[in-house]
């Protein structure tokens, strides 16, 4: 199972109003719980890989979600991408492309951007933060799906500094 495949099963999961849904596969298990508090869902996972496979993927000491999630994110970059700068997540958290449902997005696949834009917004514990820009230059490709989870260091857009 794929992120694209957990991301999508995450929403799913959220749109359905299901309290909780628990996944298990051959090496893969995910819990997905949802909580109502007013109007607010709150959707969380877990993937866990047991460590003789997670060893030849990551080269780091063993972990359990972030390994699986930046192997991944790591693979959706193609090498002909190494002139671009990538921005990363500096949290973990829901990460969201507009200020809110009804605003438009920050910024679009060839937006040119300087220091200091707000390029997306990620949720992290009921708090919405702001993520800036800390380059100028344009918007080549859009990492991350719109209210999709994001781990720490996770790259969400390429920038082309030229």
Same mark, same amino acid.
């Given at each position: @199972?794929?992120?694209?495949? +957990?991301? /999508?099963? +995450?929403?799913?999961?959220?749109?359905? &109003?299901?309290?909780?849904?628990?996944?298990? @596969? *051959?090496?893969?298990? +995910?819990?997905?719980?949802?909580?109502?508090? &007013? /109007? #607010?869902?709150?959707?969380?996972?877990? =993937?866990?890989?047991?460590?003789? =496979?997670?060893?030849?993927?990551?080269?780091? $000491?063993?972990?359990?979600?972030?390994?699986? #999630?930046?192997?991944?994110?790591?693979?959706?970059? $193609?090498?002909?991408?190494?002139?671009?700068?990538?921005?990363?997540?500096?949290?973990i958290g829901t990460f969201y492309r507009?200020?809110?449902?009804?605003?438009? #997005? !920050?910024?679009?696949? &060839?937006s040119v951007i300087s220091k200091g *834009?707000?390029?997306?917004?990620?949720?992290? @514990?009921?708090?919405? /933060?702001?993520?800036?820009?800390?380059?100028?230059?344009?918007?080549?490709?859009?990492?991350?799906? *719109? @209210?999709?989870?994001?781990?720490?260091?996770? $790259?969400? !857009?390429?920038v082309d500094p030229s």
């Open positions: @199972m794929d992120l694209k495949e +957990i991301q /999508n099963l +995450i929403k799913f999961v959220a749109n359905s &109003g299901v309290a909780e849904v628990k996944l298990e @596969m *051959d090496d893969v298990k +995910i819990t997905i719980r949802t909580t109502l508090e &007013g /109007n #607010v869902t709150e959707t969380t996972y877990v =993937q866990q890989l047991p460590t003789q =496979q997670a060893l030849p993927q990551a080269v780091a $000491p063993q972990q359990t979600a972030p390994a699986v #999630v930046n192997v991944t994110s790591e693979a959706s970059v $193609p090498a002909e991408d190494s002139k671009f700068i990538t921005i990363k997540s500096p949290i507009k200020p809110s449902p009804d605003k438009p #997005v !920050f910024t679009e696949v &060839g *834009d707000v390029l997306c917004v990620i949720e992290a @514990m009921k708090l919405f /933060n702001e993520i800036e820009s800390e380059v100028s230059g344009k918007i080549v490709k859009i990492l991350v799906d *719109d @209210m999709s989870p994001v781990e720490f260091d996770q $790259p969400l !857009f390429l």
